[in-house]
């Protein structure tokens, strides 16, 4: 789906989940803390005493629950408040949130004012009770409710009537709705699905802001006080501006302790610049990296657990790949004015750590030399076009500048080290290379694995690692080797401000320079600011989402919502399976296997069970080593970061946890994971436009049975289909079958490659239909939601499930793919859609509409689109895949 899918080894992943309900972690993790002590000596005292505060705390909680009796009953069986729907004027605001630090990926939550878009129509009864015809197009009773009516009203005002649907069904289905909601200037993207996100974030802060309709169980008491706390924490923005930069300054000292834990006081002195890693490595570097990694600030390399697909895909083991940088992609690091804007941002932050002066500065003498103070001079050789040596420490924002220009040119090289996105994300073979656990350490040899690995308190390390890319770490070792400590460090510190800034006032001076980076790699206008409350709420997503996922669901995922979600992608499985013998291009021996593999996928619907969203207690213990506190709204985000580290480490050397889930409840999104072979949809998504238990069946097919399709179709697509039933990596079709498949697949990469959106300055961006390409084949999914709904539509007729609505004078089969469409509403700016072509598998939403729809005869059909436009080409020119 949309920033959806495997687990895969990839830049594009959600981090790994953070589950692992049951696993007394507390405990042993102080020991193995103990345990590392003498080798890691500050960030054991650091983690130990997170550890031992935790260790107090869920104590406390063990007395709380000891007391705890009354449970809720399930989440279903639970009494389900009615939510009145949302009025809400949400301000033309955006915040740009980096969802989690671990995840690193930057999330733009984006609203516009909007009237409550969430429309539910109800049945009336003289429709259910009306006869079943064979001509279902005529003579229809139309539901003409209230709410029938508004919900036809949404999705008419979509429509831009005087778009020819056979040109482009984007403008078409999506005009209306683009003319509806304009970009405000502070925004860089606004889709159909934000809007449904904010939504759900609101439905979130009723939550936490009425007091609860009925009387919470203690579990769910202090599940409640802490997402509240959380919540205020953030939106006090007094207490923010009076902390200022100091929490985030704090950090940065600690890791300059770390980091020259061994070499002894001088080590960064200018009069050291000139010396590199390979001569004198810093000792505290391993430390340096552990902390990092321990607070999801992945610097050097990111680290994935999942299955060992190739063996066992069950058996969590440790994934190496390379780390996020400051730039979303290699692309932009060869770019003259995005460098310049970068090298810029990293100066100012620099100059803003750096102590200020005494008047006059005083001339720091070797001893004394309190970092980051004073900046290390360029060495001729790395700065072409150097001046001469200043003399050192003359000036802090020369200094500064000249450390962000060496920081930038740093990761210019991990950048082009590392792999391109399109072999991670479409190649599960090539970036599938598992090595023995030592080879990470010969390659390294700067870096202390077993201490690295022993600080996240693993019991015993894997006996072999899997690497996406092994041709990084030899290139890794080889810029290492090249660069000064000092560098290093700029870049570590980079890292962790850019991480970590977003939850500082807003007034701070680092909070404004990360501002400055995204304002421009997303186009939106400088000093916009959007509203508090809604970024706070993605707060509260991130660090506490399988929390707030339990209300969230009690009230929205009621009544038949689950068994009717589930039925329509059930119903998509089954029209998959009923395709298979007639596509020409698949044997009857791979067509049986994938058969096969369709029956083996697991289907998860609106919530966890691990943690265990319908029982009280099992929620509020797994956040049980996070403590919120009023007045530290930093320390706060801090903790759920580390906790989530803690989690994600604790599942290596296990077996997969079947029950937990990638995404939380409220998240609008779907996704796909290879090895563990499931399907996932949040109750989030389950709600319109996508779905409603309440809609005629065209319009759930339509819209959330091709989400369905979509995440089934991934389990078959270029790098879905080198899974087997077992999630396990192996070729199981023939090879006549695989060839034939890939012939399609080139088709659709190339008919992708020719789109294109505007770059922006006057040139245009190509889609990489290569990095689309796995996307792109999920979305031709939609042909298997149409049959899907095809194949019910006699048994549902009888029912009233295809009842019509007023005004909308377009057939069942138009109004599918109206559905369909309405999904993919959204507005862009030129920077933020540029950065998606080069970063996004995914294809722009005008793409994800007419890209299957012109693959599809039955769009043409439904339309009456005559051969040769644009979205009925002649069938020798169109993909056919499902
Ligand atoms: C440092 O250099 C900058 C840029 O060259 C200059 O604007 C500034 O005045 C200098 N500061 C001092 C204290 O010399
Ligand atoms: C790591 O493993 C690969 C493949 O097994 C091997 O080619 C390479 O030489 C090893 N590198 C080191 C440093 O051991
Ligand atoms: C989840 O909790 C409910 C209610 O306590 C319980 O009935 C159910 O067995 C639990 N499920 C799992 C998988 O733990
Ligand atoms: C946090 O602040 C709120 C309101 O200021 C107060 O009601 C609550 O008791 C405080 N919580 C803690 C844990 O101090
Ligand atoms: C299928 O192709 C692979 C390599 O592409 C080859 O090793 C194998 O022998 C082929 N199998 C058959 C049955 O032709
Ligand atoms: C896409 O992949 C194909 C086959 O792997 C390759 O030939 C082609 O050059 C790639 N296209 C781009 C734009 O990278
Ligand atoms: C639905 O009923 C019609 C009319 O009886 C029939 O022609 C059609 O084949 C049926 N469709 C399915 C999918 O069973
Ligand atoms: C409905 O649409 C058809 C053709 O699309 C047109 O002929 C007819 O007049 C329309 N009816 C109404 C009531 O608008
Ligand atoms: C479909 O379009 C053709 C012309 O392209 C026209 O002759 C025909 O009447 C149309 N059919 C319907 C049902 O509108
Ligand atoms: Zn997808």
Not at 732 to 758: F, G, H, L, M, P
Not at 808 to 826: K, P
């Amino acid at each position: 789906m949309a920033e959806d899918d495997a687990p895969r080894p990839s830049v594009d992943d959600e981090s790994a989940p953070l589950l692992n309900g049951d696993a007394p972690v507390e405990p042993s993790f102080l020991q193995r803390l103990t345990a590392s002590t003498e080798e890691l000596t500050p960030l054991s005292k650091v983690l130990a005493l997170i550890a031992l505060i935790l260790l107090i705390l869920s104590s406390v909680f063990i007395g709380l629950f000891a007391g705890a009796q009354t449970r809720l009953n399930s989440v279903l069986d639970t009494p389900i408040p009615t939510v009145t729907e949302t009025q809400t004027e949400v301000r033309t605001d955006t915040y740009t949130v980096t969802k989690t630090a671990i995840e690193e990926h930057t999330q733009t939550w984006t609203a516009t004012k909007t009237w409550g878009t969430t429309v539910t129509a109800t049945r009336i009864a003289t429709v259910t009770a009306s006869p079943p015809e064979k001509t279902p197009d005529k003579g229809d009773a139309i539901c003409i409710s209230a709410d029938c009516i508004r919900l036809s009203a949404a999705i008419l005002s979509n429509i831009d009537q005087t778009a020819d649907p056979c040109e482009d069904f984007f403008q078409f289905a999506s005009g209306g709705w683009v003319k509806e909601h304009p970009l405000p200037a502070d925004k860089g993207l606004i889709t159909s699905f934000d809007l449904l996100s904010i939504e759900n974030k609101r439905i979130i802060e009723q939550i936490l802001t009425n007091p609860p309709l009925i009387a919470p169980s203690p579990a769910d008491a202090i599940t409640l006080s802490k997402l509240q706390t959380l919540y205020g924490s953030c939106m006090d923005e007094g207490t923010l501006q009076e902390r200022g930069e100091n929490p985030l300054v704090s950090m940065v000292e600690e890791l300059k302790i770390l980091f020259e834990g061994g070499i002894g006081e001088n080590h960064l002195s200018a009069k050291d610049d000139q010396r590199i890693m390979k001569e004198l490595p810093p000792k505290g570097l391993t430390a340096a990296l552990a902390w990092l990694h321990s607070k999801g600030v992945e610097v050097l390399f990111s680290f994935m657990i999942d299955g060992d697909a190739g063996v066992d895909p069950d058996a969590m083991t440790v994934w190496v790949s390379q780390p996020d940088l400051g730039l979303p992609s290699k692309e932009y690091y060869e770019e003259e004015d995005i460098l310049e804007l970068y090298t810029s941002v990293l100066a100012r932050i620099f100059l803003e750590l750096s102590p200020q002066p005494a008047t006059p500065p005083p001339a720091p003498t070797p001893t004394q030399s309190p970092w980051p103070w004073p900046w290390p001079r360029p060495t001729p050789c790395d700065c072409p076009g150097d001046e001469p040596e200043l003399p050192p420490a003359q000036n802090r924002t020369i200094q500064a500048q000249k450390l962000a220009e060496r920081v930038v040119a740093f990761e210019q090289a991990i950048a082009r080290a590392g792999a391109d996105l399109d072999f991670l994300q479409g190649d599960p073979l090539g970036t599938y290379n598992p090595v023995p656990f030592s080879n990470l350490t010969d390659s390294l040899p700067s870096i202390s694995f077993g201490t690295f690995f022993s600080a996240f308190a693993l019991r015993s390390f894997p006996e072999r690692i899997i690497l996406t890319y092994p041709p990084y770490l030899k290139d890794l070792k080889e810029i290492l080797d090249y660069t000064p400590p000092q560098v290093l460090l700029g870049h570590f510190t980079a890292r962790l401000v850019l991480s970590y800034t977003n939850y500082l006032s807003t007034t701070t001076e680092l909070w404004q320079a990360k501002r400055k980076l995204t304002e421009v790699l997303s186009g939106i206008k400088p000093g916009s600011m959007t509203e508090r409350s809604e970024w706070c709420l993605g707060v509260v997503e991130s660090a506490l989402g399988f929390a707030a996922g339990r209300p969230f669901v009690q009230r929205t995922f009621a009544g038949s919502a689950r068994e009717k979600g589930t039925k329509v992608i059930t119903d998509v499985i089954s029209a998959f399976k009923h395709r298979l013998p007639d596509l020409s291009w698949m044997d009857k021996k791979s067509a049986k296997a994938a058969a096969e593999k369709a029956d083996a996928i697991r289907v998860k619907v609106g919530y966890p069970l691990s943690p265990n969203t319908t029982d009280d207690v099992s929620i509020a213990r797994y956040y049980s080593l996070v403590p919120i506190k009023n007045e530290t709204f930093f320390e706060n985000v801090l903790s759920a970061q580390v906790a989530d580290t803690i989690r994600m480490w604790a599942k290596v050397g296990k077996r997969r946890d079947k029950e937990e889930w990638e995404m939380i409840p409220s998240e609008v999104n779907a996704y796909f994971n290879p090895p563990a072979n499931e399907i996932v949809f949040p109750a989030g998504i389950l709600r319109p436009p996508f779905f409603s238990a309440d809609w005629p069946s065209y319009l759930s097919y339509g819209a959330f049975g091709s989400v369905s399709a979509h995440e089934l179709t991934h389990a078959f697509d270029s790098a879905g289909r080198m899974y087997n039933q077992q999630g396990k990596l192996e070729e199981w079709w023939t090879n006549t079958t695989s060839a034939a498949y890939d012939e399609r697949v080139k088709c659709i990469s190339e008919q992708y490659s020719k789109y294109w959106v505007d770059d922006g300055k006057g040139g245009k961006a190509y889609v990489n239909g290569n990095l689309t390409s796995g996307e792109n084949i999920g979305d031709a999914g939609i042909a298997l939601s149409y049959r899907a709904w095809e194949a019910q539509y006699n048994s549902s007729w009888p029912l009233g499930g295809e009842y019509l609505l007023p005004g909308l004078n377009y057939t069942r089969e138009q109004l599918f793919f109206i559905s369909f469409a309405r999904t993919w509403s959204s507005n862009a700016k030129p920077a933020t859609a540029l950065q998606r072509v080069r970063t996004d598998p995914h294809s722009p939403p005008r793409f994800r509409t007419n890209g299957p729809l012109s693959n599809l005869p039955e769009f043409a059909k439904a339309f009456n689109c005559s051969v040769g436009k644009p979205l009925n080409p002649p069938p020798e020119r169109q993909c056919h895949l499902w």
